[in-house]
């Protein structure tokens, strides 16, 4: 069965430091997403992602986030300057059609800011 | 956005039936009906999605009364690896993001 894969499964960084986190969709996939779970909340929404150009962003992503597909195959995400609140999984997903509710997740990043 | 309502824990026991009820009175005319599934440190799993009446695939049903205020997320047999995190999700397919609730803990015993 096709998966969503992230790499890699846990970072460890430096408050300040810039962090990058791989995502590989499904292939035949046209939206991808990023969502995060802080330790024992909620899963929550960050951005979307569609021909190229995001085409949903949360309250959450500000301007130290940003997304890219950077070839035919993985799509980033990048926190430019962490901070502690960065600790949390994310996740990566994808879809093959808009309809939101049929995603496939990723395993998740766990992400954790020292 | 159509709030959800749903409860924060269940118990059973492996080989039940388990019955699990959303609320979502203000649900709109385009909303569907999502439930996914969490493992502990996983990404949520999509298991079902329904718009009216009965939803049944290989491992759920979906019942959604006429008026459809609420759903109920059906778990025939469950066994341990079915004790996750169960969210209800309502919303316009057109839009992108999911919104996630706190979702129901159901912990299976033997």
Redesign the interface.
Same mark, same amino acid.
């Given at each position: 069965e096709p998966e969503?894969t992230q790499t890699p499964s846990h970072q460890v960084t430096q408050m300040g430091q810039e962090v990058i986190l791989r995502c590989v969709p499904i292939s035949n996939h046209l939206?991808f997403?990023w969502?995060r779970q802080i330790l024992g909340q909620?899963? #929550?929404?960050l951005v979307?992602f569609?021909n190229n150009e995001i085409? #949903?962003k949360?309250e959450i992503f500000d301007d130290q986030f940003s997304v890219e597909r950077p070839d035919g195959s993985n799509f980033t995400l990048k926190i430019r300057s962490t901070k502690l609140e960065d600790s949390a999984?994310y996740?990566c997903?994808s879809s093959s059609t808009?309809?939101?509710? #049929?995603?496939?997740?990723?395993?998740?990043t766990?992400l954790t800011v020292v | 956005l159509a709030k959800t309502t749903q409860p924060i824990s269940m118990d059973s026991y492996e080989g039940q039936e388990v019955n699990i009820t959303c609320s979502h009175n203000n649900i709109a005319t385009n909303d569907y009906i999502t439930w996914y599934q969490q493992f502990p440190s996983q990404g949520p799993r999509f298991i079902i999605q329904g718009y009216k009446t009965k939803v049944t695939n290989e491992v759920a049903s979906l019942f959604i009364p006429a008026d459809r205020k609420s759903s109920t997320l059906s778990l025939p047999r469950v066994s341990l690896s079915d004790t996750a995190v169960y969210y209800c999700l309502v919303g316009d397919p057109g839009r992108r993001a999911l919104t996630f609730g706190s979702g129901t803990r159901l912990q299976v015993q033997p």
């Open positions: 969503v939206y997403y969502y909620k899963v #929550e929404f979307s569609y085409s #949903e949360s999984m996740f997903a808009g309809v939101w509710t #049929e995603a496939f997740f990723g395993q998740g766990r | -």
